[in-house]
Antibody
């Protein structure tokens, strides 16, 4: 059974930092691109970041560029999202999702999400 | 940046067919994925590469794409299909994944 388990969310003040983690099991982790997707309260899905299988290629949504850093540890089957200079509008449930296969592959599996609240 | 447009809501009676459109410029030239999200739960992939179904997804779910509109079709709608549905594409010009705004399917 595939499992993606996020952790690291919580309450942080504007301008603060958080590091999210996602631990994967049930998949050959090194064969999957990994993504972070967020969902603000009552809103739709917003893609945040992608990291390639080797970790050599990363992409970010415009609002996260320069503030967020995605990384992965294939030996530990984990992906991370370092978030700095957090803003109130970053408040959301953050999901990790894996994508296998060639080309623009779909997000086969999702974690349950971790809530990030940015508030003073 | 690329924009995907979905109607905020679609309503359908049980047993009928629901069609959820996803509009995008020349969306027929790229591949589209669809996700179902029930309240309080994570999204689930229901259609990928325009029209393929993952294992475990009922045959009632189908997809198509042409020119400027992709469509998720759910035939014989059941109460359990009530959820939010999102389309998704990869925007090659910006190297970004893009989601539609989501459509809330209500089963009357």
């Amino acid at each position: 059974e595939v499992q993606l388990v996020e952790s690291g969310g919580g309450l942080v003040q504007p301008g603060g930092s958080l590091r999210l983690s996602c631990a994967a099991s049930g998949i050959t982790f090194s064969s999957y691109e990994m993504n972070w997707v967020r969902q603000a309260p009552g809103k739709g899905l917003e893609w945040v970041s992608l990291i390639s299988t080797s970790g050599g290629v990363t992409y970010y949504t415009d609002s996260g560029k320069g503030r967020f850093t995605i990384s992965r540890d294939n030996a530990k089957n984990s992906v991370f999202l370092e978030m700095n200079s957090l803003r109130v509008e970053d408040t959301a449930v953050y999901y990790c999702a894996c994508a296998g296969g060639d080309g623009p592959s779909p997000f086969d599996h999702w974690g349950q999400g971790t809530l990030v609240t940015v508030s003073s | 940046s690329y924009v995907l447009t979905q109607p905020p809501s679609v309503s359908v009676a049980p047993g009928k067919t629901a069609s959820i459109p996803c509009g995008g410029n020349n969306i027929g030239d790229t591949v589209v994925h669809w996700y179902q999200q029930r309240p309080g739960l994570a999204p689930v992939l229901v259609i990928y590469y325009d029209s393929d179904r993952p294992s475990g997804i009922p045959e009632r779910f189908s997809g198509s794409s042409s020119e400027n509109t992709a469509t998720l079709t759910i035939s014989g709608v059941e109460a359990g299909d009530e959820a939010d549905y999102y389309c998704q594409v990869w925007d090659r010009s910006s190297d970004h994944w893009v989601f539609g705004g989501g459509t809330k399917l209500t089963v009357l």
